[in-house]
């Protein structure tokens, strides 16, 4: 019914920059919240950025001030973009959006395959 495409992980030095897209796509009415998540290796997954459907943001606080998300409304699209990259920030990396079907269903969540970002040192 929805999926969710992400892309621009990669391979990158330490201090470098990438940026990550995420496509929603199928059988949307309405989305809300769009974010990502990221998982490293051995650790448990957690919350990098959210972004509203009014574009107001929240970050985790080991990311604030290097990650920037966005998004386009009319492409279904959220963006992240990582620069002053760090070995930590090592993970793979995975979007979410929330979506209404129809005017009168709730919302949701659907998450998308995960993309690599490696930082090396």
């Known amino acids: 019914q929805v999926q969710l495409v992400e892309s621009g992980g990669g391979l990158v030095q330490a201090g470098g920059s990438l940026r990550v897209s995420c496509v929603v796509s199928?059988?949307?009415?309405?989305?809300?919240?769009m974010g990502w998540y990221r998982q490293g290796p051995g650790k448990q997954r957690e919350l990098v950025a959210i972004?509203?459907?009014?574009?107001?943001?929240t970050y985790a606080d080991s990311v604030k001030g290097r990650f920037t998300i966005s998004r386009d409304n009319a492409k279904n699209t959220a963006y992240l973009q990582m620069n002053s990259l760090k070995p930590n920030d090592t993970a793979v990396y995975y979007c979410?959006?929330?979506?209404?079907?129809?005017?009168?269903?709730?919302?949701?969540?659907?998450w998308g395959q995960g993309t690599q970002v490696t930082v090396s040192s």
């Open positions: 199928g059988s949307i009415f309405r989305i809300s919240d």
């Open positions: 972004i509203t459907s009014g574009s107001s943001t």
């Open positions: 979410y959006a929330d979506v209404a079907h129809t005017y009168n269903t709730v919302y949701g969540r659907y």
